[in-house]
């Protein structure tokens, strides 16, 4: 077992056989319902049969240690200025949230994790692994390159010291916050809104004074409620120095600015690539992870450079490294036979006894029927938007079919009509879905791209008849992430293609995540059915229960509304509530602090009274040395008169 845990973010497990294939994984968010959950793992590991775990893998380094005199890279191309003297480390307390496990621990660098969530499901017998985050506490890095191997396993061969490098991430991190959208969350807005700008030279100047001088931003995001064990922990934005550091770009646009950062990050990347050959390493596989490769349009950037083989980690951020730890610790087991990655279909399944009781107890009525792809297709025809809810749900960051909604992709309002009912807000495209054996009619994927297309972690042209055929999954720049889908990977959707495909002429379908914003993605069938009537869709499919459509179910829907109107309400007063505790406790530290200020200003009037009288002493002193001097009875050297002189101005100008 893998376990992510970083009292911040991400929160996850996951589960491999001892020959290597993923049997289970699953992050926080999906069960407690907070968007990327860091609190403890507590809920993910209850009913865990603890008899059948060999070894538990946790992603982080179990102590910090310093990187020596080996810190210089070879491969990273901007040091810093000066160099960062802060080590962020985790709290003592830390390492007891693993004491209860009853098994034998081993703690794995989180970014060898993130190296081995790559390279163990690539299918490569041999790849370099790029990895590139936003670092992590008690490690020493925040990525580096590694030379992976079924025979000889993942070794570093270059890394990048946290301390004494640029960090690309943090900057993109930093002006999401700035643009005044959320970190760590809504990077991908930034990408989308891009698009719409261009890099600016005057604008780049200043973000590259924040990349290799990271002090010019301090105290503009800090973690709000890390390591708590009941409040969800946030990176929260400083208003005061975002209003501050916002100022410098009164002439830019947002989209230019976003544009230009994007722009820089993919430099920064080819940068890195073309070190990674100056070192003679070779262009055949390459594996991405760490945060940075949520990116999708810098994953472009990396297959153009000329890969044979480009593989991003489908959960490449966080909580992939606990797939990445398990993986890495079962590589040491003789059983262990790595194979390519198929599906991210790891998570909990739907529960057709759990379906059928909210079913009858709200009384929604549903059709079942023998031909679910037909009738589902042939809605979609019918321009009704479809959400799905089928088999295991997926790991990592992407819908990808079982927890999706589909929509036609032949109007770009569509895009409009989903941002409404979803409560989003975004500036890229869907992503379109489509079957393998279609996807060269619409998209010009390269060889190098077409594994990482199953799982949509890239963007790639697209063709002429993909603008005019399904334009609401093409952005402004003309490109698209699209997913492919096989028999193999996803029968239903694959069979939904088709039979579209038959009714329409058209290949693609809007393929987004089955979620409202700001929540996660759907897991259970309760979490389907809330989603699906709060959000007004057209139709829901329920593996093994049938569809259910809106318009048969008007009361229901408008049960599902009441019940989150009188959770908001709750919500609401809770809020005040703890509002109200809260400013009474800002009360009470005011009356204190206003205390401590009294006594500080009565000290302060002391010293003024000190600081006169040892002033009129000084003076004193001076005037009886000056007549000493004068008469000539005593000579004063020159050390002892800059002694005298210069009390004379610490005490005239300093109280002390």
Request: net charge negative.
């Amino acid at each position: 077992m893998g376990i992510n845990y970083s009292g911040q973010h991400d929160t996850s497990i996951a589960i491999v056989s001892p020959d290597g294939k993923p049997v289970f994984a699953v992050s926080l968010e999906r069960i407690s319902r907070k968007k990327q959950d860091g609190r403890l793992p507590t809920p993910l590991l209850e009913g865990i049969p603890w008899d059948r775990i060999a070894k538990v893998a946790i992603s982080v380094s179990e102590i910090y240690t310093p990187p020596g005199e080996n810190y210089v890279s070879k491969i990273h191309p901007l040091p810093l200025v000066k160099s960062n003297e802060q080590v962020h480390l985790h709290p003592p307390e830390f390492l007891s949230v693993f004491d209860d496990i009853p098994c034998e621990k081993i703690f794995v660098p989180h970014h060898l994790s993130h190296a081995a969530s790559s390279f163990w499901g690539s299918g490569y017998t041999d790849a370099l692994c790029l990895v590139y985050d936003g670092s992590m506490s008690n490690e020493s890095w925040f990525g580096g390159v590694y030379q992976a191997s079924i025979t000889n396993g993942i070794i570093p061969f270059d890394q990048f010291n946290k301390l004494h490098y640029a960090n690309i991430t943090s900057l993109y991190t930093a002006v999401t916050a700035v643009l005044g959208f959320t970190p760590l969350k809504h990077e991908g807005k930034i990408t989308g809104l891009a698009a719409y700008g261009q890099p600016n030279s005057a604008c780049r100047a200043l973000f590259e004074q924040w990349l290799t001088k990271p002090e010019l931003i301090d105290g503009l995001m800090q973690w709000h409620a890390a390591y708590d064990k009941h409040i969800a922990p946030a990176l929260t934005v400083y208003p005061p120095v975002r209003n501050s550091l916002i100022k410098q770009f009164a002439s830019f646009s947002r989209e230019d600015m976003a544009a230009t950062v994007q722009e820089m990050a993919e430099l920064h990347v080819l940068d890195i690539l073309k070190n990674m050959q100056l070192q003679g390493l070779p262009k055949k596989n390459i594996c991405l992870s760490g945060g940075l490769f949520a990116n999708v349009k810098i994953n472009q950037r990396v297959a153009e450079f000329g890969f044979e083989n480009v593989f991003i980690a489908p959960a490449m951020t966080d909580d992939g490294t606990a797939l990445g730890a398990a993986w890495q610790v079962a590589s040491s087991f003789p059983s262990f036979r790595p194979r390519k990655l198929d599906s991210t279909y790891l998570g909990p399944s739907v529960s057709k006894p759990d379906s059928l009781n909210i079913i009858e107890k709200l009384d929604i009525k549903y059709s079942n029927s023998s031909h679910c792809a037909k009738d589902i297709a042939s809605m979609l025809a019918s321009d009704k938007i479809v959400a799905i809810c089928t088999g295991a749900s997926e790991f990592g960051p992407r819908a990808l079919g079982n927890r999706s909604i589909l929509a036609p992709a032949t109007n770009n309002n569509v895009n409009q009509t989903l941002n409404a009912r979803l409560d989003r807000t975004e500036f890229m495209p869907f992503a379109p879905i489509i079957r393998a054996e279609d996807a060269d009619e619409y998209f010009n994927i390269l060889e190098s791209e077409r594994y990482a297309c199953q799982f949509m972690t890239i963007t790639v042209d697209c063709s002429e008849k993909a603008q005019q055929d399904c334009p609401a999954v093409v952005h402004v720049d003309r490109t698209a992430r699209p997913q492919l889908v096989s028999q193999e990977t996803n029968p239903l959707v694959y069979l939904v293609l088709g039979e579209y495909k038959k009714l329409t002429g058209k290949m693609a379908l809007v393929n987004t995540s089955f979620n409202i914003h700001e929540e996660p993605i759907v897991c259970s069938a309760d979490d389907a059915f809330r989603g699906f009537f709060e959000a007004g869709l057209d139709c829901l499919y329920i593996e093994d229960v049938g569809i259910i459509e809106l318009a048969d179910n008007s009361a229901v829907q408008i049960s599902y509304l009441c019940s989150k109107i009188k959770s908001l309400s709750t919500s609401l007063a809770g809020a005040s509530s703890d509002a109200k505790a809260r400013i009474d406790e800002l009360n009470l530290s005011s009356h204190h602090w206003f205390t401590v200020a009294q006594a500080q200003a009565q000290q302060m009037d002391e010293l003024k009274q000190s600081s006169h009288h040892w002033k009129t002493a000084t003076e004193q002193l001076h005037r009886e040395l000056q007549s000493i001097y004068a008469s000539k009875s005593w000579q004063i050297t020159s050390p002892l008169r800059k002694v005298m002189l210069t009390v004379k101005q610490v005490l005239g100008v300093k109280p002390k």
